[in-house]
């Protein structure tokens, strides 16, 4: 349920008739916020391979580049307006360096960090017709330090997106839009557990402060405050929604 904070009549209205674009909306934490944005009323603009029932649907494996960067300039021609970019998608595979490919590597980059470069770079002038901009890019706590389970290219590219939130914060302030990612800790997803066994879930929770494993919705609140006015002065920011790992 979405939190009483953002049912708020003022908060409503950052929502209802907004047009956002978002990845990895198919599970997840991205589901999570699909579901939310479509509760308050907003146009969403999907971006993926996978299909579901919402009008504003375009196919793309965001691993293609040049595909993805064709599309979205086709995407910027047709909507005059967009007032939000969510960026989920991600993907990982949890093995060492040694075993990790060139081809895997640049893959694993293209959808978590490059195609969020290239999302920003085609949505900057429609964007900038918002009254309240924002572009929210999902990271993790990994992309601050280490994981004990994920790869390095994971971990790389999740940091990255917090250096170009940063950079683009500064680039896109003076068209006053916002660039802000959230880092979730481990979140109770089909991706976590595929990537821990019981027993490391169980030691996991045993060392987070706040004892629990967190929600997709935990994180969505976080994503649709950095997409409200309500966090109208925040930008370049990480909001680690950890329950207190960091």
Not at 177 to 201: F, G, W
Request: with cysteine; charged share 20%; net charge positive.
């Amino acid at each position: 349920m979405i939190s009483s904070l953002l049912n708020k009549k003022k908060t409503y209205k950052d929502f209802r008739n907004k047009t956002f674009v978002l990845t990895g909306y198919s599970n997840g934490i991205g589901r999570q916020v699909y579901e939310n944005l479509n509760s308050l009323g907003s146009k969403i603009i999907l971006i993926g391979r996978k299909k579901i029932k919402n009008k504003e649907y375009f196919e793309c494996d965001l691993s293609d580049s040049i595909k993805l960067d064709l599309l979205c300039r086709s995407i910027s021609k047709r909507f005059n307006r967009i007032d939000g970019i969510v960026h989920c998608a991600g993907i990982n595979n949890c093995v060492n360096i040694s075993e990790i490919p060139l081809n895997e590597w640049n893959k694993v980059f293209a959808v978590n960090l490059t195609s969020a470069y290239i999302l920003s770079k085609n949505f900057k002038n429609n964007l900038s017709k918002s009254n309240n901009p924002s572009i929210v890019f999902v990271s993790s706590i990994a992309g601050h330090r280490k994981s004990v389970v994920s790869g390095a290219h994971y971990v790389s590219s999740k940091a990255g997106l917090i250096g170009l939130s940063k950079q683009l914060s500064h680039e896109f302030g003076k068209n006053k839009i916002r660039v802000n990612c959230i880092s979730p800790s481990q979140t109770a997803t089909k991706m976590l557990k595929k990537s821990m066994t019981k027993e490391q879930t169980q030691k996991l929770i045993r060392s987070i402060p706040l004892g629990r494993l967190a929600t997709t919705q935990d994180q969505s609140n976080g994503i649709l405050f950095l997409l409200s006015s309500l966090s109208s002065y925040i930008t370049g920011s990480s909001v680690n929604i950890d329950g207190g790992q960091i």
